[in-house]
């Protein structure tokens, strides 16, 4: 173990943010204080053990369990410290509040609001209201002060299990509702000193000169505000792997960083005199970090650009040491400063595939073997492309297959041709579409951008041609409805350990890999998808597809349902419209056959009263029963019961016949945002109610 360990000591650093997020993680799954109390305690008697053993193999365990124990406590403390009251119920108010940030969704036609309500102790201290554009005064920016009438609800939990959480979400950004506006907003005052919001300003003007989906792809490359772009072409990005060219991330913080440098190394490199007596690559280090700064701050702060800039940075205080730059050093001192400010970023998809597709692609490179066979040499011009061109194609192979296991886990389908797409988008993007749009900007300046907007828009189409057109090729998206989080956690391990260790042993890692993948491809998916107000009900028939119980769901229950359930929303059908079941305006019965026995399944599909005669029948012929209104007690199916009670207190339900198993949104975990403090009229405040 020692020698082993001495061999790997360079690699032993590498470990400690993941000690760390193993913390947090722990937190995450555990199910309430108790639980969290003796995992900390192991963590620390970890600690303690290897503070006894001697050698670097004991410092490992010292310092290992010593993050994990840190990294639970830090992610508690958080959680607790961010604490906000969440609105009780639902409900209509007319309400003053100043505005605290302003989201522009051009192409959805609205705006979206965050407002601290004013002298209001019957509603939380934050909302997120979406108004329609058209509503909206002119001029409202973040501290203006406006009157509303909005329809208001508590954050929402997952609709049916492994759904976006927004609750969790909302809890630690400390929004304690979320809805509506239902009239007109009124500027009640607009303070004189009020900052213009250059982000905004600048989204503004890149949309007015490029309307459309080009304009909200440009302006998400200039200031991270996807909100113009069409779901649509948005959806297209994202099946064509190329979603991570809108989140502002590296590629566009090292684009920004390292054209700066280059712009003023030239320019100060036509002084004879500067390039004499004055180091300029340092100087063009410090310009491409106040770049890499300003830029972060202009494209709202997020954590992957966040992420970014501290990498950028630490890049540039390399190369101005003279020390190697771009290792995997780098990217764990990068993903342990964004885990010490927000350890819940962890738990969300940004974080994990914007460091995982870093994290792969610098230990690709950074293999002897990789480094041999695409490393500069004297070669002609056609060998030297094609070397190039298979570096990056199989970079991007690696990053596709990286980041597949946390696609699938979090949004239920992955990507397959982005690898292939990327050849040619990232080019594109890096050195076509960014410069061309800062020089249209900069000639806005002196009224002579018109020509490069034109071009700029034309590069746009072509990357949304690539996109619409990868993105509409057969088996283009891999779909998995279920994956078992001991799956993912199995695979996240192996591929860690395949990665960073350097000997041998790492090969060790393809076992919990494979065992993961074969997990998770094993896991059935659901049958049966229930709604938590048992309003939507998704049905897998004979042939595999999905059948929804109402054809008025809207596109955003479609969508949730048709990803967990394995189907593209748009192959969702209705149950009145098959053969294989029996519908009225008010009940709808169908039988499947799974795990070799034919099951009934029977649901309401109206908020009008069956018979009570005829409902009891239904019911005790039933194998499963689902309504959004309570039941009769008579009503009594011969094995499952989805009723207004039982919803109240499960909250969404997946269900698997072959086995007859049963998933719920709701378990016995006790985080913060699961029984949160809660205002409600008359100006009181008492603890959630959980049910």
Same mark, same amino acid.
């Given at each position: 173990?020692?020698?082993?360990? /001495? ?19 722990? #937190? ?6 108790? @639980? ?6 192991? =963590? ?32 508690? #403390?958080?959680? /607790? ?51 329609? =554009? ?10 203006? $002060?406006?009157? $509303? ?52 300003? $600048? ?24 909100? =113009? ?122 974080? @994990? ?24 040499? /004297? ?23 990286? &980041? ?57 189409? &072509? ?7 990868? =993105? ?25 350990? &395949? ?46 597809? $999905? ?46 056959? @799974? ?32 309504? /959004? ?43 913060? #945002? &699961? ?17």
């Amino acid at each position: 173990m020692e020698r082993w360990l /001495e061999a790997e000591r360079g690699q032993l650093p590498l470990w400690l943010p993941i000690a760390f997020g193993a913390g947090i993680s722990g #937190w995450f799954l555990l199910d309430g204080p108790r @639980q969290w109390v003796g995992f900390v305690a192991v =963590a620390l008697a970890v600690a303690g053990g290897g503070a006894v053993i001697p050698g670097r193999s004991g410092r490992a365990l010292f310092m290992g369990g010593l993050l994990v124990a840190v990294g639970c406590g830090a992610i508690w #403390w958080r959680a /607790e410290h961010l604490a906000a009251p969440v609105l009780a119920r639902p409900q209509v108010a007319q309400f003053d509040a100043t505005v605290l940030r302003v989201e522009s969704r051009p192409a959805r036609g609205l705006v979206r609001l965050v407002l601290a309500p004013v002298r209001r102790a019957d509603l939380p201290p934050r909302l997120r209201v979406n108004v329609d =554009a058209v509503v909206v005064p002119p001029g409202l920016g973040p501290g203006a $002060l406006i009157s $509303l009438r909005a329809r208001l609800v508590p954050p929402p939990g997952p609709s049916v299990p492994g759904a976006y959480d927004f609750r969790r979400v909302a809890w630690f950004d400390g929004i304690g509702a979320t809805g509506k506006a239902l009239d007109p907003v009124t500027l009640r005052h607009l303070p004189s000193d009020a900052a213009q919001d250059l982000r905004a300003l $600048l989204s503004a003007h890149i949309e007015a000169r490029m309307p459309g989906s080009a304009g909200g792809i440009a302006s998400a490359l200039a200031t991270g505000d996807e909100g =113009a772009i069409s779901e649509d072409d948005s959806e297209a990005m994202r099946r064509a792997g190329l979603a991570h060219l809108l989140s502002v991330s590296g590629l566009h913080v090292t684009a920004v960083t390292g054209a700066t440098m280059l712009l003023v190394l030239r320019l100060l490199a036509l002084s004879p005199w500067l390039a004499l007596h004055v180091r300029l690559p340092l100087v063009a280090a410090g310009a491409g970090a106040l770049a890499a700064i300003g830029y972060t701050w202009l494209t709202g702060g997020q954590v992957p650009t966040i992420r970014s800039c501290v990498a950028a940075l630490l890049v540039l205080v390399a190369l101005s040491l003279g020390r190697e730059a771009l290792t995997l050093r780098l990217v764990a001192a990068g993903a342990m400063v964004v885990l010490l400010l927000w350890p819940e970023s962890l738990a969300g998809p940004s974080f @994990q595939l914007s460091f995982t597709a870093v994290a792969a692609i610098i230990a690709l490179h950074e293999s002897p073997r990789m480094r041999r066979w695409f490393e500069a040499r /004297e070669e002609g011009l056609a060998r030297r492309i094609a070397r190039e061109a298979g570096s990056l194609l199989l970079t991007g192979i690696l990053v596709e297959m990286a &980041l597949m296991p946390i696609g699938l886990f979090h949004f239920h389908k992955g990507g397959v041709y982005g690898a292939v797409a990327n050849i040619v988008a990232i080019p594109l993007t890096t050195f076509v579409v960014m410069p061309l749009e800062a020089i249209a900007l900069l000639g806005d300046l002196i009224g002579a951008g018109t020509p490069f907007w034109w071009l700029t828009d034309k590069a746009m189409a &072509l990357l949304l041609w690539i996109a619409h057109a990868v =993105a509409s090729a057969p088996g283009s998206v891999a779909a998995l409805p279920v994956m078992p989080a001991g799956a993912f956690a199995s695979m996240v391990l192996g591929g860690l350990w &395949l990665g960073l260790w350097r000997t041998p042993v790492r090969i060790a890692g393809l076992v919990p890999l494979c065992i993961g993948g074969l997990w998770a491809l094993a896991t059935p998916a659901p049958d049966l998808l229930v709604t938590g107000d048992g309003r939507h009900v998704a049905l897998r028939m004979a042939d595999g597809s $999905l059948a929804l119980l109402r054809d008025r769901a809207g596109d955003f229950t479609r969508q949730v349902l048709g990803e967990n359930g394995g189907v593209e929303a748009d192959a969702l059908t209705v149950l009145a419209d098959r053969s294989d079941a029996r519908c009225s305006l008010d009940l709808c019965v169908a039988e499947v056959v @799974q795990g070799g026995r034919r099951w009934r399944i029977a649901a309401t599909r109206s908020v009008y009263p069956v018979a009570w005669r005829e409902l009891v029948a239904v019911c005790a012929s039933s194998d499963i029963v689902v309504s /959004e209104r309570r039941l009769p007690r008579a009503c009594e199916p011969r094995w499952l019961r989805l009723d207004r009670g039982v919803l109240d207190s499960t909250g969404g339900v997946a269900v698997t016949l072959k086995g007859a198993t049963v998933r719920t949104v709701r378990t016995t975990a006790h985080q913060p #945002w &699961l029984d949160p403090p809660t205002v409600q009229p008359p100006f009181s405040a008492a603890k959630g109610n959980r049910r």
